[in-house]
């Protein structure tokens, strides 16, 4: 299996292509209309694949494809079927162009993801895809990183510090044992 150690987390990070919906390695990567294909196990349209970065999920959008909403609520399922929480990047970088079909495609995972209490990264907007989440008003709905490195970094650097402040509300809870705080205590 093809693994590099990823300096951002020091976790393994797979450069496999895989359906995202079932996990299945991809014998190719997809290729944008008119070629795109379907995952050979599960059939899923491979409008994106996924990668792995620890337990991070990079979604690679294939350029010019469009899912369709069941479509991107069976991924959504799958990710958050997964029992733990997702943590994802959605990858952008291949994408010259995205209609308002597109977007609401974009803003119906982003927003099923957050419902969730798990968030989503956009990265690698080109300028026209930026442009069109602004005319939109949508770059504030999104988390949106430069490139995909910093987008890990964010996930990363959110996840140490929610753990951090679990740690210190645990640690809190046994120093704060509160005898007078609460007036109905006293
Ligand atoms: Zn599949």
């Known amino acids: 299996m093809l693994t590099t150690t990823n300096p951002l ?3 393994s990070a797979s450069t496999l292509c895989r359906c995202p919906l079932c996990s299945t390695v991809l014998s190719f990567r997809p290729h944008p209309p008119p070629y795109d294909a379907a995952c050979q196990e599960c059939g899923y349209p491979l409008w994106c694949f996924s990668r792995t970065v620890g337990d991070l999920i990079v979604l690679e959008v294939v350029s010019g494809t469009m899912p369709t909403h069941k479509e991107v609520h069976r991924l959504c ?5 997964s029992g733990s929480v997702p943590r994802v990047v959605v990858d952008l970088s291949d994408v010259e162009f995205v209609s308002s079909s597109f977007v609401a ?3 119906a995972l ?3 993801i957050q419902a969730a209490d798990a968030r989503l990264v956009l ?5 026209v895809v930026r442009e069109a989440l602004h005319t939109s008003r949508l770059d504030e709905f999104f988390d949106i990183a430069e490139d995909e490195a910093t987008a890990l970094t964010s996930l990363c650097s959110l996840r140490r510090a929610e753990e951090l402040s679990q740690v210190l509300d645990r640690e809190s809870a046994l120093i704060w044992r509160r005898p007078a705080i609460d007036p109905a205590l006293d």
């Open 110 to 112: 982003n927003k099923r």
């Open 9 to 11: 987390s020091g976790t």
């Open 105 to 107: 495609r974009l803003v």
């Open 123 to 127: 990265c690698g907007l080109r300028p």
């Open 77 to 81: 399922d799958t990710l958050l079927a």
